[in-house]
């Protein structure tokens, strides 16, 4: 079984200050780790997976996140907000192994506003 | 253009109506989902088809059928829907229904039953 959790629904920041979302994860095998971004009116795009490499994942648009499995964290940043990054972003999570592998299992999203 | 193509965008029915949602994907992909979106709810995966054989089925409600002719589609077709069903379904393919691979969404159907 897995699970996801955003703390947060709605998070504000303001332009150029430090984007800190975050995603707590619960997973009875080691997981898969994914942060996807939704535009308005848009599907969901990925913004950068964890697939056991590198504990420290960078992805598009300045975004990175880091996996942390004492704390199981998965929380997305960015140093410096800019106002295109305006937009509903999702954790999700599937087993890296067995039966349902294929399932994401997502958050209920934390909605990022910037503010000029 | 992200590659995997929603119709409509944007579609509202009656209960009684029969309608189908449709979903294209130009990727080259194996595996193509439908998702169901619902305000302040976490995305729901509804159906998974591998190689246009149905692997999953999340105790979706038989008013939603699926239909997957050939991988490059993907149908959803809606009978007989509560209001409770408006919502966005987003449809995704993969390169196949495995590990970490990148699911690739289109822009959704917005779905409205009255």
């Known amino acids: 079984a897995q699970s996801v959790t955003q703390l947060g629904s709605h998070v504000s920041v303001s332009e150029g200050a430090l984007v800190l979302l975050r995603c707590n994860y619960s997973?009875?095998?080691?997981?898969?780790l994914f942060w996807y971004v939704q535009y308005p009116n848009q599907g969901l795009q990925l913004l950068l997976k964890?697939?056991?490499?590198a504990t420290l994942v960078k992805g598009i648009n300045g975004f990175e996140a880091e996996f942390k499995k004492s704390e199981t964290s998965f929380h997305l940043t960015k140093p410096s907000a800019h106002m295109s990054d305006a937009a509903e972003y999702f954790c999700?999570?599937?087993?890296?192994w067995g039966a349902g592998s294929y399932q994401l299992t997502f958050g209920k999203g934390t909605k990022l506003s910037v503010i000029p | 253009e992200t590659g995997v193509t929603q119709t409509p965008r944007h579609l509202v029915m009656g209960m009684t109506n029969k309608k189908s949602l449709k979903c294209e994907q130009h990727?080259?992909?194996?595996?193509m989902y439908w998702y169901k979106q619902s305000a302040k709810k976490p995305l729901e995966l509804m159906f998974v088809?591998?190689?246009?054989?149905?692997?999953e089925n999340n105790s979706v409600p038989s008013r939603f059928s699926p239909e997957c002719p050939n991988s490059s589609h993907l149908f959803l077709h809606l009978h007989t829907l509560q209001p409770e069903d408006s919502a966005l379904y987003l449809c995704?393919?993969?390169?196949?229904?495995?590990?970490?691979?990148?699911?690739?969404f289109g822009q959704g159907t917005r779905l409205t039953v009255v």
């Open positions: 964890y697939t056991s490499a």
């Open positions: 997973s009875s095998v080691p997981p898969y």
């Open positions: 995704a393919s993969s390169q196949d229904p495995g590990q970490s691979a990148e699911a690739f």
């Open positions: 999700a999570v599937s087993p890296s």
């Open positions: 088809y591998s190689l246009e054989e149905r692997v």
């Open positions: 990727l080259g992909h194996n595996a």
